[in-house]
């Protein structure tokens, strides 16, 4: 579409700068006198030659008069400008003046204009272009791998001319040259902070090292150094889980949850002056302690005829530490009573409180509503969070075995190893067709908390509960060997926390039966927003 002389006016004005303009239309008004004096010789130049009345007149040349060189000249220079500036707005209008002035088709630079403006016209790819070339100049000049990575990458999917794209092609080089220096020196950073993790013993280095590792070329770390770097991040991981537990169990003033912490510590024979291994073992002799003596005073009133609440009885009959079937047996419910009382209150009441399950609950309350439960006492009032999460995972640690049995043990961890993601369909697949194989109500008993806790991690943005921290503090309760050694202590504990996180994660992919039609119901009811 041809532009009207006032808008190209406007067009030029917002494009350039006052100076500019009277320099371009200063070098005009010169270029049209010196045209103008031209026209005035050869005119003059004709008046003196005789004209020959038999010899035809010449053809006149293509353009008008000789005053359109001086045109020509500035078409030519706004065109060579719009290329520089490989601006397609320009390009169009230039061309259109150059050919409106009758301008050569076959010239050079009308030729070159044209083809610039056909390679311009795709905007998606000149728009793509410009970004990777500013990209390009930011990484060179900030020396960013990461980002000379990405912009390079970007660049391999681009055809674009080397004529036209001369300038982009000049970065790509040295763009290209100033990687291969970056990842040079990166190969031997990372090397450096592998070694300095292994010998301080520095988790969160050697963790966030290893994964830049692993991007790297197969060949780039020595596989001896990634090896000891494995191996001591494997053992690193564990200490930490178990001076969590440790931790818990300590503030918890929790004597059994004591007992298995320090029992794992022991087999992967921590250092005995760990901190968090001296508190421990401190709190735990504490509270032997004082276990004896209660004991003692109870044995005292034993003899005197007095009677005790605790007594023991049958294994087969107590609740904690008796086997889960007998306590499905005497329960209204499909899991043991207390399994449903626990999980029914905290679905109303603590799905939003802040550290679920990692906050201790109180020592005296807890052991009240231990002994309402074991006692069936038909009175029990649950009417603290962290109390109630407390007593369920201290049943749950009590139970002779884990919901998934010993046996089961080797399989679980052979379907972790299989895959790394915990939403993976293969493992979840293989997830499903064994817990379908697990008794009755061992089967009813995790289906019925692990949908509880999948309702807990979607509130994650409140109670800071996500899947992993919850298959943390579960996994142990759940699915551990029924020996546990230094091997299994280095080696098992992060599988056994991937395959309660793929549960917990996924239960419509692991339970046949899907949700619990008694915790539907629980979920009906309002929910408390409480964030204790």
Known sequence: MTMTHAAVTAKLEREYTKEELDAYYGQQEEQQQQGEQQDAVVVEEQEEVKVDPSVPPPKPPRTASMSGRGQLSGIEYQLRQAMAAKDVTLLNKWITAAEEANMDASDSLLVDAKLLYKELQNSDQVQQLETIKHYLKQGIEMKKRELLEIALDKAKKMHASSRLYSEFNELVVQAEALLAQLQKENVETIKFYLKQGIQLRNRDMLKETMDKARALPPD???????????????????????????????????LEALQSAL?????????PDTPELVKANEVRKTLLEKKRKSGAKRGIRSLFGGKSKRGGGDDANKLFGGPLAEACKRSPYEV???????IEYLSREGLHTQGLFRVPGSKDAMVV????????????????????AGVL??????????????????????????????NDPARLKALRDLIAKLPQPNREALRFLCYFLHDLSLHEKD??????????????????PEVETHETMMNDMPVT?????SI?????????????????????????????
Do not use: W
């Open 220 to 254: 780039a770390i020595d596989e001896d150094l990634m090896h000891k770097a494995a191996e001591r991040l494997r053992r690193l991981d564990a200490e930490h889980l178990i001076i969590f537990y440790l931790e818990n169990a300590t503030k918890a003033k929790d």
């Open 263 to 271: 029992a794992k510590a022991n087999a992967l024979q921590m250092k």
């Open 336 to 342: 043991p009573k207390i399994m449903y009382m626990c």
């Open 369 to 388: 509503l231990r002994q309402q439960f074991s006692d069936d006492d038909s009175d029990i009032k649950l009417d603290d969070i962290h109390d109630t």
């Open 393 to 422: 995972k201290q049943y749950l640690r009590a139970l002779p075995e884990p919901l998934i049995p010993f046996s089961s043990y080797p399989e679980y961890l052979k379907v972790a190893h299989q895959s790394s993601k915990t």
């Open 463 to 480: 109670n800071k509960m996500n899947v992993n921290n919850i298959a943390i503090v579960f996994a142990p309760n759940l699915l551990r």
């Open 497 to 501: 926390i991937s395959v309660i996180a």
């Open 504 to 532: 917990i994660e996924s239960p419509d992919a692991c339970f046949d039966d899907g949700r619990p039609e008694s915790l539907r119901k629980i979920n009906q009811t309002p929910t408390a927003t409480t964030t204790q």
